[in-house]
């Protein structure tokens, strides 16, 4: 027998979660599914960066006020709590094949008022989504991980998901179930998308590394590959990442040759211990044109992804 709701919620990040929360604070009977059995689990690439900070984008401004303890955005009048571990990022770097870089903003003189100037922080994802979880179980929200969608269909009084064989009815839907959408696919909503490409990623996560001082991003193009040495919110702590469009590069091998081979760069990792490791495919699509259909509203990444705006 189906469960009946007035909201179902398919996704459990960041967009989810909030939905899910402002619905069963306004009195909406919610459900949110989600595929993962640990919702707050991140298991792909992500640096945990915030950015920009205090400065418009998409008509809101993220603020970031530690002594609070909220991450705020105050053109929609809401914000979030985040009691966990930060570091400021001040910018980035572009590095060339021989070393040479150039730098967005003159880090060492921006430390010196990190309030005013840092650009953004880094942050523990898995603790943000731990708060917005349990805002979200507090609000009356029926919450269901390893809750794999398989499929959706139009009903008479709305929609109708189906997740491990088990039927969930809505009103509405809300999919914010990522990059690589399945409500999106299962609702042919990608067939007027414009394919862009396949992009992998794979990260060390280190510390004890001797490098240049960073304060956000540094971006290395070099002869046989791109990486990236992002901050985060741990001291001393950064990502290594290699990415790549082109299928079947070895993204493991160019990080073992950047690290121990590479005379130029391969001294910043001399001391280096690596403390874990996380990877992600993801298939890169345009935007969708208009975000709703049949009661659905496609949020994040489902509808959209930052990288094509980069």
């Known amino acids: 027998m189906a469960k009946h709701y007035d909201l179902i919620t398919v996704g459990g990040g960041p967009a989810g979660l909030m939905a899910a929360r402002v619905a069963g604070e306004n009195g ?6 989600e595929r993962k059995t640990d919702i707050t689990r991140v298991r792909r690439v ?34 979030i709590s985040y009691d966990g571990p930060y570091q400021d990022m001040f910018g980035f770097r ?33 603790l943000m989504l731990q708060g917005l979880l349990k805002d979200t ?13 398989t499929g959706i269909e139009k009903i008479a009084s709305g929609m109708q998901v189906t997740a491990n064989g088990e039927h969930f009815e809505g009103t509405f839907v809300i999919a914010a179930d990522g990059i690589n959408s ?19 990623d794979r990260v060390w996560h280190l510390e004890g590394i001797e490098i240049p001082q960073v304060a956000g991003i540094s971006f290395i193009f070099n002869t046989y590959g791109f990486f990236f040495v992002t901050t985060v919110c741990h001291k001393n702590q950064y990502h ?6 082109p299928p079947g590069e070895d993204l493991e091998a160019n990080l073992n040759k950047i690290v121990n081979e590479d005379k130029v760069f391969s001294p910043w990792f001399k ?9 992600c495919v ?15 509203l496609f949020v994040g990444d489902s509808a959209w992804l930052m990288e094509l705006s980069n």
């Open 137 to 149: 179980e507090a609000a009356g929200v029926d919450i269901f991980s390893g809750a794999n969608v």
């Open 182 to 200: 399945r409500i999106a696919r299962l609702m042919g909503m990608n067939k007027e998308r414009k394919f862009i490409g396949t992009l992998a």
């Open 46 to 79: 992500d640096g945990g960066g915030l950015v920009p900070l205090n400065e418009y984008m998409c008509g809101e401004i993220l603020t970031f006020t530690p002594e609070a303890k909220r991450i705020g955005f105050p053109v929609s009048g809401f914000s």
């Open 282 to 296: 993801v298939n890169l699509l345009s935007p969708i044109e208009e975000p709703f259909k049949d009661n659905v």
């Open 94 to 126: 572009i590095y060339s094949p021989g070393g040479t870089f150039f730098s967005f903003g003159d880090h060492q003189k921006l430390r010196e008022d990190p309030e005013k100037n840092r650009v953004g922080v880094a942050i523990d994802k898995a």
């Open 28 to 33: 909406i009977k919610t459900a949110l599914l």
């Open 240 to 245: 290594l990442g290699a990415s790549t469009y």
């Open 271 to 279: 001391g280096a211990r690596k403390t874990g490791e996380t990877a």
